[in-house]
C-alpha cells in the first residue's frame, strides 16, 4: 500500500503515542470455559440457529455506559448460527462455564514469562461487556496472568501493560438493518492478549512492534497460525485529542497506514474545532434543528431527491439544519472520506440505515450527489438556513429517522470538542469507519460464575522449566548482529532460529550468511515446491559447517540443500558432489555446462561476445544465489575455450 | 447477593492474609501501591470472599480487572488513596396512568431484577417500583406497579409459612381490587409453589403469574426483563385467571410460555427455556406484542372479588423417589418418624420392588397415605397392567393418576392439612382442582424430540428454539 509518511519529526509535532492489543489464538485442543473441540468451519451449513437481544445493564451510578447505550439504541436483533460438532449449551449461555481449560492457563503463564511479565498469583475470572452481541453472554470472560512486562525493539524499550487469557467472540457473517449475524464456531476458544503501554510514537514503529510481538509468540510455538488467528487493536490519539481505538486490524501491514491515517484525522477533527470555535459555536449555543419535509418534497420541486431517496410507504425525510456548519461536512479525514461521511457513518451504525447514501448533504460550498441547485436552494429556504449553515437529509422508517437526527446533534457536539472517543473498525484501505463508542472502565466486573484460583510457586517453576528460548530476547539479540528483521521474521516464522542459534554459537560463520540461508534459501526452495521441513536441522547445520571449513561455497548451499531434499542424498554425497574445486565451487561449474550445453543455438546464432553475455545472463539467472560477475566469467571463459576446441 | 459494607478494616480476610496486613497497615477501599518479592502492584484493595483461602490479597487494578497477590510475598504497601464502595440505587418514581391496570408484585426472594457494583460484582437486587423502572422502564407501557417484599429467602428455602403466607397476601390483593398478581419467585422450587397456590387459591378472578430468571439480571443476556415484561402483560391484560408460570418458551429471545401451576415443572438445571408443561400443552403464549390462549378450557378473568383461600397445611408428608433394590427400612422410618402421607415416584407405571410390599402394607395399616406416581415424570400410574401394581393396591397404596410427583406431594400435604380420614382423602386427592390430574393427555403433550435426527436438524436449521 502506498502511504506518504510524514517524517519522524512531524509525528512528534503532532504528539502522536499508539499503543497496541494483540489477541492470538493459542494451542489447546478444546475450548476456554466448556470441552468443545476448537474447530473452525469453512462453510457455512450450519445446524440451528438462535436469536437473542442485548439489554445493557445500569453501573453503580444508575446510568448505562456509553457503549451499552448506543447499542441498545441500534436494537438489533442477533443471530448466532450453531454447529454441532463445536458450539454446545456453554456458549449459547444456557449452561454456566466449566472450570477454566488449565492447558491454556499453562500456556498463558508461559508467554507472559518470555514477555517479563510479574506473575498474578490467584487469578480472578472478570467479564468484560460486549453489547455488540458478538457473544450471546453480553460479557467476555476474561483473565489476567502477567503484568508489566517489557519488550526492546530496535533499541527502545516498550513495556507490556498485561497479558490476559480470554475467549474468542463470534465471527460476524452480516450486519445488515437491525439483524447482525454470527458464526459461533470460533466463540470460546482460548486468546491471549498482550497490551503495550502507549510507548509507540510513529506508524512505522507500532507495525515493527506489533510485527515483532506477533512473530515472537508464534515461534514460541504455543500459538495457531494461519490467517485469522491474530488479531491487533490499535490506539491511536495525538496532542488535544482523545483516544480511539481501531479495532480488529486483520493483518499487521495495515497498522502502519491504520494510525497514519489515524492521525491525520484526528488533526483534522481539530481543525473543524478551532474553526467552530472561531465561529463562536459552543455545544450551549449549537443551532440544530429539523423539518419534516416528507410531504413537501414535491413542492419543493425536488423529484431528483426523491429519486435518489427511494422512500418507501410510511418512511419520513427530515432535513437537518446545522448551524454555522457551511464548508465544514466537506472537509476530508481522510483519503476521498469526509466528515459529512464520518456523520454517515454513525447514523449507518447506530440508526441502522444502511442504504447507500443514507444521507444528502450540501454545506453551503458542496454537495453529495448530482442534484441541482433548485431544489437545494429551496430546502435551504424551507428550513431557514443561512449560507453559513449546512443542511443534511435523512430519509427512512419514522423511529430510526428519529435516531439518525439524535446521532447527528450527538455528532455536531463531539465535532465542537473535537476528537470523539470510540473504536474504529479498519478498511483494507488504511482508512477507518466508526464502530461503536468508547467503553468506560466500568465495563469490568467480576465473574460470580466462578471462584479465583491460585497458581502455587511449583506450577511457576514447572512451566519454567518447560519453557524453551525466548524468541523475544531474541529478536532483539539478531537485530543487534545485523541480521534484517525480514530474515529475522522467516527464521522466528520457519521456527529455524533456534538453530540460528545454534550455529552461531557452535561455527566460525558469518552470522548474515547463515540467516540468509535460514530464511531466504529456505524460501525460495519452498517457492520451487519443496516441503522444506524435509531438510533437517542437523543437515543444514553440517553444510554449514563444511561452508564454514572452506569446503563448501556460498552458492552451494542452497543448492546442497536442494539436492538433499529432491534426490533425498544422503548428506555426505551431497558434501561431495559440491566439494570445492581448483579454487572454484563445483556448482558454479555445474551452472555453466549447462548453459553452454542448453545455449548451442545461441552460440551458433550470435556473434561471440553477445553469445558470451547472454550465457552470463543465464548463469547468473539460473543461480539460486548472487554470484561474483568477474568468477563466472572466468569460469565461462574456460568453458566455452574447451567448446571451440575441435573434437 | 448484596454484600453489606461494614467498618470492618479487613473485610473478608482471615488467618494469615489478615495477620499480615494488618502488620503492613493495609485496609480495604484503599488505593495502594504494593511492593513485592516478585514485582509491584497498583490497585484498590479489595474485600475478600470468606470462603476464599488465606494466602491472598485482593486487588483491583486499574485497568479493572481483579487480581490476588500471595500475602507472603508482599513487603511493603503504601496507601496512596482511599475509595469505598456505596451501595445506592437511584429510584426514579414509577409514573401512575389511571387508565393502565393496578397490578401488584409480591417478592419471595430471589432476584428479579438487579443493578451491579462495578467495582466489587455485588449485585444489587432492584426492587422497588422506582428501582425496577430504572431496571425496566417498558413496566411503566404495561401498568400501575406496586411491590410487596413479603419474605427474602433462596427458593429452596421456601416452606409453608412462605406458601401460607403468599396465599393470604393473594386474598388480600385480590379483595383490595388489583388487576393482576406477579410474583417473583427463584426458578428452583417455582413449580412447588405455582403447585400449592394452585390447591390454596382456587377460582381466583384474576391470573396469578409466577416468574422468575435462569440469567441473573445484571448480564446483558438476561431473561430476567422480558420474563418480568410479559408477566406484567399476563397480569394486567391477560384473560387466564389461575395461577400460572411465565417464563421463556424457546431459549430464543422470542416469546414467553404460560404453564399451569400443576403441570409444570423445571427440567433443565440451567436452560432459559427449562419450563415445561408435561403430559399437556402450555395454556398461553405471552411477549412484548402478543397474547395468545393456547387451550380451549381456561379460567377466565372475572370483574367480582371472589376466591377461595384455603392455605392447610400438613408437614409430615414425603416424597420417595424409588430406585431398584430399594430396603424396606426407608419407609418403616417414615411411618416411624410419624409421617402421615407418602408420595412415591414409581418405576414405569407406578411400580416398586416386593421387599417394599410389607412395609407399604403395614404404613397404610398404621393409617398413613400412601400415593403412587411415575418417575417417568410423563404418562399415567397404571397399577392393573402387571401383577405388581394390583399387590400393592390390594396393600393399600393408591395410585395418583398423572399427577406429577411434586404436584402430588404438595396436594398431599394441603389435603392432609385439611383431613386424615382415608375416604375423604382419597377423594380430594383425586378430584382435580387446577388440572393436577387431567383425564386425556393430548397427542402431543409429550414431545420431546431428540436431535441428530435429519427432520429435526433440518427444522433447528431455520426455527430459533
Redesign the interface.
Known amino acids: 500500500m502506498k502511504v506518504e509518511y510524514l517524517s519522524d519529526e512531524e509525528y512528534q509535532k503532532l504528539g502522536l503515542t499508539s499503543g497496541i492489543e494483540i489477541h492470538q489464538q493459542i494451542k489447546t485442543d478444546k475450548k476456554l470455559f466448556c470441552r468443545c473441540p476448537v474447530i473452525l468451519h469453512k462453510d457455512n451449513n450450519?445446524?440451528?440457529?438462535?436469536?437473542?437481544?442485548?439489554?445493557?445493564?445500569?453501573?453503580?451510578?444508575?446510568e448505562y455506559d456509553g457503549t451499552?447505550l448506543m447499542e441498545f439504541k441500534t436494537k438489533k436483533e442477533v443471530?448466532y448460527q450453531l454447529y454441532?460438532d463445536c458450539v454446545c449449551?456453554y456458549e449459547?449461555?444456557?449452561?454456566?462455564p466449566f472450570l477454566i481449560n488449565q492447558d491454556a492457563v499453562d500456556i498463558a503463564i508461559a508467554i507472559a514469562m518470555l514477555l517479563g511479565c510479574?506473575?498474578?498469583?490467584?487469578?480472578?475470572i472478570?467479564r468484560?461487556?460486549y453489547?455488540d452481541g458478538s457473544i450471546?453472554?453480553?460479557?467476555q470472560r476474561?483473565?489476567?496472568v502477567g503484568?508489566?512486562g517489557e519488550i526492546r525493539c530496535k533499541g527502545k524499550p516498550i513495556h507490556i501493560?498485561?497479558l490476559?487469557l480470554e475467549e474468542d467472540a463470534c465471527r460476524e457473517v452480516s450486519d445488515i438493518g437491525h439483524r447482525i449475524t454470527y458464526k459461533a464456531d470460533r466463540l470460546g476458544m482460548p486468546l491471549i492478549e498482550v497490551v503495550t503501554e502507549r510507548d509507540m510514537v510513529t506508524p512505522r514503529e507500532v507495525q515493527d512492534v506489533a510485527e515483532q510481538i506477533g512473530t515472537c509468540i508464534k515461534a514460541a510455538g504455543l500459538a495457531h497460525r494461519g490467517s485469522g488467528s491474530v488479531r491487533q487493536d490499535v490506539n491511536v490519539s495525538i496532542n488535544g485529542s482523545t483516544r480511539v481505538e481501531i479495532k480488529g486490524v486483520p493483518r499487521v501491514g495495515l497498522i502502519g497506514p491504520l494510525v497514519h491515517y489515524e492521525a491525520l484525522r484526528q488533526k483534522h477533527l481539530l481543525e473543524i474545532r478551532d474553526e467552530l470555535k472561531s465561529r463562536g459555536v459552543t455545544k450551549e449555543n449549537l443551532k440544530f434543528w429539523t423539518l419534516d419535509v416528507t410531504e413537501m418534497m414535491d413542492e419543493l420541486g425536488s423529484g431528483v431527491i426523491i429519486e435518489h431517496l427511494d422512500v418507501g410507504p410510511g418512511n419520513r425525510i427530515v432535513a437537518m439544519g446545522l448551524g454555522k456548519f457551511g464548508g465544514l461536512l466537506r472537509k476530508e479525514l481522510q483519503p476521498d472520506k469526509t466528515f459529512g461521511y464520518e456523520i454517515s457513518q454513525r447514523i449507518m451504525v447506530i440508526a441502522c440505515l444502511d442504504g447507500e447514501p443514507n444521507i444528502m448533504w450540501d454545506d453551503g460550498a458542496k454537495r453529495t450527489g448530482d442534484i441541482n441547485n433548485e431544489p437545494w436552494e429551496r430546502l435551504f429556504t424551507a428550513l431557514e438556513a443561512s449560507s453559513d449553515d449546512a443542511v443534511i437529509l435523512v430519509w427512512g422508517n419514522k423511529a430510526d429517522v428519529k435516531t439518525a437526527v439524535e446521532e447527528t446533534r450527538l455528532r455536531l457536539e463531539d465535532a465542537i470538542d473535537g476528537v470523539p472517543n470510540e473504536t474504529r473498525q479498519a478498511k483494507p484501505d488504511g482508512t477507518t469507519g466508526f464502530e461503536r463508542i468508547l467503553p468506560g472502565?466500568?465495563?469490568?466486573?467480576?465473574?460470580?460464575d466462578l471462584?479465583?484460583f491460585?497458581i502455587p510457586i511449583e506450577r511457576f517453576e514447572r512451566i519454567e522449566r518447560s519453557a524453551g528460548p525466548n524468541p523475544f530476547n531474541a529478536f532483539e539479540r539478531f537485530r543487534d548482529m545485523g541480521i534484517p528483521d525480514n530474515s529475522i521474521k522467516q527464521m522466528m516464522r520457519n521456527g529455524r532460529w533456534l538453530l540460528f542459534d545454534r550455529i552461531i554459537g557452535e561455527l566460525d560463520v558469518d552470522p548474515q550468511f547463515v540467516a540468509e540461508v535460514l530464511s531466504e534459501r529456505l524460501r525460495w526452495l519452498e517457492r520451487a515446491g519443496f516441503d522444506v521441513s524435509g531438510i533437517l536441522d542437523d543437515q543444514i547445520f553440517e553444510l554449514l559447517r563444511a561452508f564454514g571449513d572452506g569446503k563448501l561455497s556460498r552458492e552451494s548451499v542452497p543448492l546442497a540443500m536442494r539436492d538433499s531434499l529432491a534426490l533425498d542424498d544422503p548428506i555426505e554425497d551431497v558434501l561431495k558432489r559440491y566439494e570445492m574445486k581448483d579454487g572454484h565451487d563445483a556448482s558454479l561449474g555445474d551452472l555453466v555446462a549447462t548453459a553452454v550445453a542448453d545455449g548451442k543455438h545461441i552460440l551458433n546464432a550470435l556473434p561471440e561476445e553477445k553469445a558470451f553475455n547472454a550465457l552470463m545472463g543465464e548463469v547468473m539467472r539460473n543461480s539460486p544465489v548472487r554470484l561474483e560477475p568477474r568468477e563466472v566469467a572466468e569460469v565461462l571463459r574456460t568453458a566455452l575455450s574447451k567448446v571451440d576446441e575441435p573434437t | 447477593m448484596t454484600e453489606i459494607v461494614s467498618n470492618n478494616l479487613l473485610k473478608g480476610y482471615r488467618g494469615l492474609a489478615k495477620d499480615v496486613l494488618t502488620g503492613l497497615g493495609a485496609r480495604v477501599w484503599a488505593d495502594v501501591e504494593v511492593k513485592t518479592t516478585?514485582?509491584?502492584?497498583v490497585g484498590l484493595i479489595l474485600p475478600r470472599s470468606e470462603?476464599?483461602?488465606d494466602?491472598?490479597m485482593?486487588l483491583k487494578?486499574r485497568?479493572?480487572?481483579?487480581?490476588?497477590?500471595?500475602v507472603n510475598?508482599i513487603t511493603e504497601i503504601k496507601e496512596v488513596g482511599y475509595k469505598e464502595?456505596?451501595?445506592?440505587?437511584?429510584e426514579k418514581e414509577f409514573p401512575r396512568d389511571p387508565n393502565k391496570p393496578n397490578i401488584t408484585l409480591l417478592g419471595t426472594g430471589g432476584t428479579i431484577a438487579s443493578?451491579?457494583?462495578?467495582?466489587?460484582?455485588a449485585?444489587?437486587p432492584a426492587f422497588s417500583p422506582g428501582e425496577l423502572y430504572?431496571?425496566v422502564p417498558e413496566l411503566a407501557d404495561v401498568c400501575n406497579l406496586e411491590t410487596i417484599k413479603l419474605f427474602g429467602i433462596f427458593s429452596e428455602d421456601m416452606s409453608p409459612l412462605q406458601w401460607t403466607t403468599l396465599a393470604k397476601g393473594i386474598g388480600e390483593q385480590i379483595k383490595k381490587g388489583v388487576d393482576g398478581i406477579v410474583i417473583g419467585h427463584g426458578t428452583d422450587t417455582m413449580h412447588h409453589t405455582s403447585a400449592i397456590l394452585s390447591y390454596m387459591v382456587q377460582k381466583p378472578p384474576v391470573p396469578i403469574i409466577l416468574v422468575g430468571s435462569q440469567?441473573s439480571?445484571?448480564?446483558?443476556?438476561?431473561d430476567a426483563?422480558l420474563n418480568l415484561i410479559n408477566a406484567t402483560r399476563s397480569a394486567a391484560y391477560g384473560d387466564i385467571a389461575e395461577v400460572l408460570v411465565c417464563m421463556f418458551g424457546p431459549?430464543?429471545?422470542?416469546y414467553c410460555l404460560l404453564h399451569r401451576g400443576t403441570r409444570v415443572r423445571k427440567m433443565?438445571s440451567?436452560?432459559?427455556s427449562t419450563f415445561r408443561t408435561l403430559s399437556d400443552s402450555p395454556v398461553g403464549r405471552v411477549s412484548p406484542t402478543e397474547y395468545v390462549v393456547l387451550k380451549e378450557h381456561v379460567n377466565r378473568r372475572r370483574k367480582d372479588r371472589e376466591v377461595i383461600i384455603d392455605p392447610a397445611f400438613e408437614e409430615k408428608v414425603s416424597i420417595v423417589y424409588y430406585y431398584p433394590n430399594m430396603k424396606p427400612d426407608i419407609i418403616e422410618s417414615l411411618v416411624d418418624n410419624g409421617y402421615k402421607g407418602i408420595v412415591i415416584a414409581g418405576t414405569g407405571l407406578g411400580h416398586v420392588n416386593k421387599p417394599l410390599y410389607e412395609p407399604i402394607r403395614v404404613a397404610c395399616n398404621k393409617g398413613v397415605h400412601v400415593f403412587m406416581t411415575v418417575q417417568t415424570l410423563w404418562g399415567y400410574v397404571q397399577m392393573f397392567v402387571y401383577e405388581t401394581g394390583r399387590e400393592l393396591m390390594q396393600r393399600g397404596i393408591v395410585p395418583a393418576a398423572n399427577m406429577l410427583p411434586e404436584a402430588a406431594y404438595m396436594k398431599l400435604c394441603w389435603v392432609l392439612g385439611h383431613t386424615l380420614e382415608r375416604g375423604k382423602v382419597i377423594e380430594m386427592m383425586l378430584t382435580p382442582i387446577a388440572d393436577e390430574i387431567t383425564e386425556r393427555e393430548p397427542h402431543d403433550g409429550y414431545l420431546v424430540m431428540q436431535?441428530g435426527l435429519p427432520e429435526v436438524?433440518k427444522m433447528?436449521?431455520?426455527?430459533?428454539?
Open positions: 450450519f445446524d440451528a440457529v438462535v436469536v437473542r437481544h442485548m439489554r445493557p445493564t445500569l453501573s453503580e451510578l444508575g451499552a443471530v454441532h449449551t449459547m449461555d444456557d449452561t454456566p510479574t506473575q498474578i498469583d490467584e487469578i480472578f472478570t468484560k461487556q453489547l450471546p453472554t453480553g460479557f476474561t483473565c489476567i503484568i508489566d501493560r498485561q490476559g472502565p466500568d465495563r469490568m466486573y467480576p465473574d460470580t471462584p479465583p491460585a | 516478585k514485582g509491584d502492584y470462603t476464599a483461602d494466602q491472598h485482593v487494578l485497568t479493572g480487572y481483579n487480581i490476588g497477590v500471595n510475598t464502595a456505596h451501595y445506592k440505587i437511584p443493578r451491579l457494583d462495578y467495582r466489587t460484582g449485585v444489587i430504572g431496571a440469567r439480571s445484571d448480564r446483558p443476556s438476561s426483563a431459549t430464543s429471545d422470542q433443565h440451567s436452560y432459559r436431535g436438524q433447528l436449521q431455520h426455527l430459533a428454539k
